[in-house]
Nanobody
Framework: QVQLVESGGGLVQAGGSLRLSCVAS????????MAWFRQAPGKERELVAA????????YYVDSVKGRFTISRDNAKNTAFLQMNSLKPEDTAVYYC???????????????WGQGTQVTVSS
């Protein structure tokens, strides 16, 4: 069982930055792929970024490539999403997710956080 708690969301102007954190409970955090999803009002939840358990493999949706960076600190059971050059279209609730897998899954994550709101004003 893994419990995830996100933090770091907020209101920022376009062009600004935010850093999201996701702290996981459990002793086997290092064996889980971690991901960040987001859901904007009226839209489906989408996978934004993901990282494998080693930290050596990452995935980004095209719309955030070059602006967002996913990372993890297995010693602190924490995953991060550094978001730079934020745009109004990045406004959404951001969710942390975890799945025990050798390779990055694109769906079927078993564990989810409660979500944190990110609002980017123009």
């Amino acid at each position: 069982q893994v419990q995830l708690v996100e933090s770091g969301g907020g209101l920022v102007q376009a062009g600004g930055s935010l850093r999201l954190s996701c702290v996981a409970s459990g002793r086997t955090f290092s064996r889980y792929c971690m991901a960040w999803f987001r859901q904007a009002p009226g839209k489906e939840r989408e996978l934004v970024a993901a990282i494998d358990w080693t930290g050596g493999d990452t995935y980004y949706v095209d719309s955030v490539k070059g602006r967002f960076t996913i990372s993890r600190d297995n010693a602190k059971n924490t995953a991060f999403l550094q978001m730079n050059s934020l745009k109004p279209e990045d406004t959404a609730v951001y969710y942390c997710a975890a799945e025990r897998s050798v390779t990055i899954p694109f769906a079927g994550y078993d564990y989810w956080g409660q979500g944190t709101q990110v609002t980017v004003s123009s």
